[in-house]
């Protein structure tokens, strides 16, 4: 399996950005993910 460039705390941080409130598409596009990345992490 590929190992992920992002670390569980980032990983986590960035789903407490979306339950902050923050519009997933803005978040994803920040972190230089997919929607459909960030559906997984979730």
Do not use: H, N
Not at 10 to 22: E, F, P, T, Y
């Amino acid at each position: 399996m590929k190992k992920s460039k992002f670390t569980e705390t980032q990983i986590v941080s960035i789903l407490k950005q979306a339950d902050a409130g923050v519009p997933i598409k803005d978040i994803c596009r920040q972190a230089g993910i997919s929607v459909p990345t960030y559906y997984q992490w979730k």
